[in-house]
């Protein structure tokens, strides 16, 4: 059982429209993070969040934190090709600081 | 500043067998931690060594194993190999053991025949 549950598990959208990624757990999170994969390539942190209700932009891209850091969102606005892989969500505790990673959702965008 | 890179990047072996993957983390990061990606399971933690200990441990059976060298380097053992065990394993590597950003290498990417 994922600690962090992921919806959708898979994205597929057309170039130019807007989509949004979730990410939920019934755990507190010292902090979550955010990373895009591509096939046969680690993990690349897109953003981390500590802040309960925190809101990051990063370009097109906009990440959200719950109030109770339990829950973030990840928005992301006229999507492009280049936004095609693998999203995952991961938290990290307080007392370890080990990451507990979401299952990912799969977002395909066609041009 | 060069990133947190993984030898081998392939590597292919038979059941029974070990293997040993190596990590070398960013200059400056002393903590390395591996994971192991499977398309049904995820992303699960193994371990992580800091300053030449294992600090955290996932839920893996004792035929994982890893060390962590002076200069940082680390190394993971999978011992009697399953073909459950193929897998994409990462390590990813911070400045601490207490927190901050990892970052993460290219992975090795393991199959077991």
């Known amino acids: 059982t994922q600690l962090l549950e992921q919806s959708p598990q898979f994205l597929s959208i057309q170039e130019g429209e807007n989509l949004t990624v979730y990410c939920n757990s019934s755990?507190?999170?010292?902090?979550l993070q955010w990373y895009r994969q591509e096939p046969g390539e680690g993990p690349v942190l897109l953003v981390t969040?500590?802040?309960?209700?925190e809101v990051k932009k990063l370009k097109r891209l906009t990440f959200q934190f719950g109030d109770a850091r339990k829950d973030s969102s990840l928005h992301i606005t006229a999507a492009q090709p280049g936004d095609t892989g693998l999203y995952l969500c991961?938290?990290?505790?307080?007392?370890?600081?080990?990451?507990?990673f979401g299952a990912g959702t799969t977002v395909t965008v066609r041009a | 500043k060069a990133g947190v890179t993984q030898t081998p990047r392939y590597l292919i072996k038979t059941r029974g067998q070990q293997v040993t993957l190596s990590c070398s983390p960013i200059?400056?990061?002393?903590?390395v931690s591996w994971y192991q990606q499977t398309p049904g399971q995820g992303l699960q933690f193994l371990f992580e060594?800091?300053?030449?200990?294992?600090?955290n441990k996932g839920n893996f059976p004792g035929r994982f194993s890893g060390r962590q060298f002076s200069n940082s380097r680390s190394e993971m053992n999978v011992s009697t190999l399953e073909l459950g065990d193929s897998a994409l394993y990462l390590c990813?590597?911070?400045?601490?053991?207490?927190?901050?950003?990892?970052?993460f290498g290219p992975g090795t990417r393991l199959l077991v025949l």
């Open positions: 990813a590597s911070r400045r601490t053991s207490g927190g901050g950003t990892q970052y």
């Open positions: 755990s507190v999170f010292s902090s």
């Open positions: 969040v500590v802040t309960g209700g």
């Open positions: 991961a938290g990290a505790s307080s007392n370890d600081y080990k990451l507990s």
């Open positions: 200059s400056g990061h002393r903590s």
């Open positions: 060594y800091f300053s030449e200990t294992q600090r």
